[in-house]
């Protein structure tokens, strides 16, 4: 009942966004000797470039970050050690299941005399989203003091020095010989603007349809003058560009996580409108308790299945060919679908076998009867009816019962079960 269904929805669609960039902008083409060579529609498809600012979302996923650990960190009891133990674990073990089956299907696949190239790919797209956890658990392991000095000094006079440092790392990496390395100090910076606006929200400094205006269009000016500029159109990294607005993130990627922002707040009553129906609220709450697992599993997914459809020698139309026009793109929508359904498949089942102390496991009542079972069969002196025991999945309400208060006991029995 505490949870902020908007931002529900908008780390949804971060992940969303994320999972179908992906999915949309890596080609892996069939080559002669049957392996698999990396490829990006956006080579040739430049028009296409614009498309990522809808699909790179990772500042939408960094202000729910800072959102969530700001909430949970309000509701702790214990030490901030602890707190951070079990905030790391929910992001770490994920991660390690990841690394375990991706070795042992790298090693089937080297034992089955996959090609070089394909186990080459495979490993570097199977990798590649672990990046995220590293500014993501530095952002976190500080979520109390940056929550103190937005506190303190202002949501601004903290986002500030944020920003001087990612355009500092755009002038070093403009300027600098081809082939000098840049400290990728920009990744945590860049990424800490929308955590600290999380924060800030939180905490009810981002309140009001006029804030959230402003930072929109705050985040489209900056956008439109960076452009002017010169700095490249695509949101993501292209293939033979010598400069990326990704990788390291630029002031790009911060103009437009705070558009994003601002356009997602702006939307917050069509958010609500659209999670008061029982179908989407469902979807929205199944991708949110499932959203690190999804995020590191869409690319194994997608090597996986283009693999095995491979391995008969036959290149399947947008799974296969390569990525030189529309019709290739056309065809990779077509194959979205079975896509989705094999990482919806591949996510229930680490959640099934994930740990049993997770956030998402049903938890034993105090009777011994399961938690999904209706209310009556706990052999406890007080049962408590709630949604999720004696009601729809969608129910919202929980009504605690004490036998000797007879309007709220039938109260409660006129509650579907």
Known sequence: MSRDRA????????????????????GLVLA????????????TLPDLRPVTWVLQTLGLF???????????LARHQGGTGRWLARRSRRLLLPAVALLGVGAAVLLAATVADAPDDTLAVGLRLAVSPLWFLVPLLLLVAVSGPLRAAVRRWGLVRCVVPAVAV???????????????????????????VPYLLGLAYADGRLAGRRTAGLLAAGGAVALAALLAVGYPVSAVGVPGEGVSNLNPPS??????ALTQVGLGLLARPGWERLLARPLPRRAVTAVNHNA?????WHQPVLVTVTALTARGGLALPGLHTAPDGPAWVLARFCWLPLLAAVLVTVVRTGRRHG?????????????????DRSAECVPARAQVYDHRRSGRADLQEVI??????PPSRGRADGQPR
Do not use: E, K, N
């Open 7 to 26: 931002v529900d929805a908008l780390r949804a669609y971060a992940i969303g966004g994320v999972v179908l960039g992906h999915w949309l902008v890596t």
């Open 32 to 43: 002669g000797d049957g392996g698999l060579h990396q490829a990006s529609p956006l080579t």
């Open 62 to 72: 960094f202000f729910a970050a800072g959102f969530g650990s700001a909430r949970s």
């Open 166 to 192: 990612v355009a500092a790392s755009d002038v070093a990496v403009r300027v600098l010989p081809a082939g000098v390395a840049v400290a990728p100090v920009s990744v945590v910076a860049a990424w800490a």
């Open 251 to 256: 002031l790009l990627a911060v103009a437009l």
């Open 292 to 296: 690190v697992r999804i995020y590191l």
């Open 355 to 371: 740990s049993a102390d997770g956030p998402d496991r049903w938890r034993r009542p105090r009777g011994g009867a399961l938690a």
């Open 400 to 405: 605690a019962v004490r036998d000797s208060d």
